[in-house]
């Protein structure tokens, strides 16, 4: 006898025909839109209180982009609060794909309305640069900017980051998108029973995340910074978002806070679900997962590579204690796609130039805030290139397939290879665009490359750390804010939902 399907969040209730309408099936991704848009225009109202008793120029940009995105928000909740609620599984992608563009969107509405005076492709660029915490910026003069805005461009960086981290964790291997599954938990099933356990790992993620950014406001604050300063790299340290306060990036602190910023940053592209364990008890399960071995190994010795590079090429005397300080801080911001500089390491020299180029296709671990291809997907490749050559030498051999002690199924491989295909097709047709607005190769390359894998600045002299994206044609902007937004998505996500066949089906 065939088992019933559970009644629960994912299943349609009895009675109710979800082929009556299509629109039916988006009742409950309006309503969680909804709520968000609500949550979001709460975070809008916090620049002007944190600010209060100071001068908030651009209060009304505020006051009327939450009005606006308040409004909305409410209606839609209105408007579906007597709908079905129920969740179908394939409309989980509809959500996670719909909810970042139109946060994206309307977390611009500050920058548009504000007295900056910029464009909508600006505004929209710097709105989905700080949601999908890439960093990239088309602003300048930060150094003398309104605070409110620059502490907007942080809340929306730490608000993108423990978004990622809930994606990673609940949603994603739960679509089985980009080998993801490998990650799945007993909670990223979304069944009545493991309803209880998603709500426990969500509160110590939420938890852990608060902690971690309560711990670098006050520790970059005791080590030189002003408040202001410490309250918003605090924020994008964690969140491996890169949003400074200054056109210098982090090059105006000292080597001491490079150092606190290094540690920051590693933290926040670790899997956080780990961290969780490790509070409960589960003692030493961080540094037993493979990719964070791996991504460790990469922080130690590229930069010592580098370090030992810069002093053979050096024309001038060479500072071994702070130049290893500065390479290991720079790697570390592009290795965790955090975006941070603290000095302009493309001109550090040719080897430099192509090892950051491909570092920044790394990214942090899986369940992290960071960006990139993530460290697992270059072990799986390193794993089915052992099977292959192993095949090779004993055809007849009884191989397995195992990553941090689960069995890699072919399901999962195929996953990842259709992911790093599109990744690399995307790369391939973005540059492509890029290139026919008159941008130079290196420009086109690593701006579409960037964007994919949320670093934040590329390479070279017009976007590269010392430039931004300001000169670019408004045009670039829009298909590079597309191209942010579809690398946090893990790309499949998107491609999914732009599919003909998925709404057929």
Known sequence: MRKPEPTGILTPSPGISWLEHPLRNLYPVIFIVSVMFVLLSIF????VILLAGSETPNAMAFAESAAIVCGLGIFGMAATYSKPRDLKPRYMFVLTVSSWFIIALFSSLPFYLSDLGISAADAFFEGTSGITTTGATVLS???DMDRDLLIWRSILQWIGGIGIIGMFVAVLPFLRVGGMRLFATESSEWTDKALPRMKTLSRGLLVVYLVFSIIAVITYYFS???????FNHGLTSIATGGFSTSDMSMGKFNDLILMEATLFMIIGSLPFFLFVREMHGQHGV??????????LAILFFVPLLLTLYRWMVSP???DPIHNYASTLFNVTSVVTTTGYASEDYSA??????VLFFFLMFVGGCSGSTAGGMKIFRFQLSLIILREQLMRLLHPRAVLTRNYNGRAVSDEIISSMIAYTFIFLLCLLLITIALAAMQLDFVTALSGALTSLTNVGPGLGDIIGPAGNFGPLP???KWVLSVGMLMGRLEILSVVIVLSPAFWRS
């Not at 809008?44 to 620049?47: D, E, F, K, S, V």
């Not at 961080?286 to 991504?295: A, E, I, T």
């Open 44 to 47: 809008m109202t916090l620049p």
């Open 348 to 353: 550090w020299g040719p080897l430099a130039f």
């Open 316 to 318: 001038v005397p060479f």
């Open 286 to 295: 961080l540094f037993r997962d493979q990719q964070v071995r791996l991504f």
């Open 141 to 143: 003069g930060l150094d």
């Open 474 to 476: 408004d045009a670039a």
């Open 224 to 230: 030189g910074m002003t408040l202001f300063d410490a």
